[in-house]
Every structure is written in C-alpha cells, then in structure tokens.
C-alpha cells in the first residue's frame, strides 16, 4: 500500500489527526486534574503504608513454603532477579531480608511464616481496600458498594494478584531454567524473554486492566480504556523506579540527608511513585471511557441543535 492509497483511505474515514491529538490532550489533561484535584494523596499514603508492611511478610512467608519444598536459598535468587526492577537503594532492603531468611534455621523460619501470614494477610487485604477505595473516588463511582461486598472484592482482587504473581514468577522462571538447562537456541536468542523487566510490564498491564475494568466500578470498564490505562500505568511504573535510580544514583544522593534511613526512605518514595502510577492509570481509564461514551451517544445539547 503505497502512501497517497493510506492518506485516501484515511480522508474516506473522516480521519482529522489534529482532532485526535487536541482530543488525546484533552484526556491526559482531564486526567490529571482527575488525579490531582482530588484528595488522592490520601489513599496514596494508605496503600503505600499497607504495602510496606505487607511486602517483608510476604517473603518471610514464601521462604517458609521453599523450606519445606526446596532450598530457600533458590527463592533467595530467584527474589533478586526480580528485584532488579527496583531502583538499586531500595533493592537493598528486599535483598538483604532475602539473605536474612535464606540464611535462618528452618523451624526459625516456619515460626516467623506463621506470623507473617496473620501481619501480612492484614496488611495485604487493607492496602487493597485502600487501593479500591482511591479507585472508586478517582472513577467517581456515585453508587459505592456495601461494607460486606467492598471486603469481599479486595479479598478477591487480592488473592488474584497473588495467584497471577505465583504464576508469572513460575513461567519467568521456567523459561530461564530450558534456556540454560537444555540449550535451547531460541530461547536463549531471545533476551527480551528473559527480561525482568518484560515479564513486569506484561503482567502489570494484564493485571491493572482487570482491575481497572472489574474491581474500579459496580459496571464494568469499557475493554479499550482498561487496557489503556493499565498500560500507561506499567510504563509509568517502570519509568518510576528507572528515574529514581538515576535521580539517587547520578544526581543526588539522599544519605547526605537521612543517613542510615536513606534507603527506607528511598523505598517508601518508589512504593508512592508506583501507586500514583496506577491511580493516574485509573484516572485515564475514567475520561477514556467518558470520551468513548461521548463519541457513541451524543450530548442532548448537540442533539437539540442538530434537530433545529
């Protein structure tokens, strides 16, 4: 197909490419101040709180489960290469409880899973809750669900994420293990599928969309603009944790400032990026939806003057 063949194709569908980017502006910028007119902040600092707590019982937890079934120190590994994603001060702090664990008797460690599971059940299931709840007030939900019903959804979103996180990890960590046990070429020749940060982007997308689409409204999200904005916030995630790398890295160094608590620090402020990333996700999904539903049913004052 030649050019002036696209360019006609594209008059005949009534295609205007100013409108459609003065449009996609219009969206970001409505979504923006979707995000930041708003008392977002606040949901912000509860799921960043409840992430924090949950995060180190979780891998207690998981450390607990390989010292019955395997090595612990293969989980250790394993947790490291995914870490990778994490800006190298925060990945600090989940390396060295990894190495903590890894090294711990296993009773030690069956006590603290034990433990862990009530904390970081608790803490999973709240930061969820608090995750919904900004959702559905970026969404501007005007028929929130019941107590019961609310509960019941965080505790089902929660163990979805848990189950698609156990799965990625095992298909991450199955490719790897054919590529380098049984020599396969393909695989081998294929970097992009051993890339952690491949396997992160694809599964967060999946995953926010879902919830975009099903757990951010009573109705379900229009396929298009939870797909969009789960997207957009994987990429934003992703370009978080690159920039503040470089940021602390190359540009400033926090230790100057907090000392010995620099690289907490630095990991509340990657957890905070990330859920502002996904809250802008579902501020984009909202005013995509309302721009699709605009363009499929026109406004009644369009309507009131096309009929004068």
């Not at 929660?158 to 991450?172: D, G, P, Q, W």
């Amino acid at each position: 197909m030649t050019v002036s063949q696209l360019i006609r194709r594209l008059r005949a569908r009534d295609f205007d490419p100013i409108h459609g980017v003065r449009l996609g502006l219009t969206v970001l910028g409505k979504a923006l101040s979707r995000l930041w007119g708003r008392d977002v902040m606040l949901y912000n600092g509860g799921v960043s709180f409840f992430l924090m707590l949950a995060i180190f019982p979780a891998l207690a937890i998981v450390m607990g489960l390989y010292s019955l079934l395997s090595d612990p120190a293969q989980v250790a590994a394993q947790g490291e290469a995914m870490a990778r994603v994490m800006p190298d001060a925060a990945r600090l702090i989940f390396q060295s409880e990894l190495l903590r664990l890894s090294r711990a008797p296993p009773e030690t460690v069956s006590v603290q899973s034990g433990v862990a599971l009530v904390i970081g059940g608790y803490a999973s299931h709240r930061g969820f809750k608090a995750l919904l709840a900004g959702l559905s007030f970026i969404h501007d939900e005007d028929k929130p669900r019941g107590f019961l019903s609310f509960n019941l959804i965080a505790l089902a979103v929660l163990i979805a994420a848990l189950a698609a996180l156990a799965i990625l990890s095992m298909v991450f960590f199955g490719f790897r293990i054919l590529g380098e046990t049984f020599g396969l070429r393909p695989l081998r020749g294929a970097l992009w599928l051993y890339s952690e940060w491949t396997w992160a982007s694809v599964g967060m997308t999946l995953g926010m969309a879902l919830i975009y689409r099903w757990a951010m409204s009573r109705e379900p999200v229009d396929w298009r603009a939870s797909l969009l904005g789960g997207a957009t916030a994987a990429a934003l995630c992703i370009f978080a944790s690159w920039a503040l790398g470089y940021y602390v890295e190359d540009i400033a160094s926090l230790g100057v400032t907090y000392g010995s608590v620099a690289t907490v620090v630095i990991f509340l402020i990657w957890l905070s990026w990330n859920v502002n990333a996904v809250f802008f996700g579902g501020a984009l999904a909202t005013e995509v939806e309302i721009a699709v539903h605009r363009r499929r049913v026109p406004l009644a004052s369009d309507l009131g003057g096309l009929q004068g």
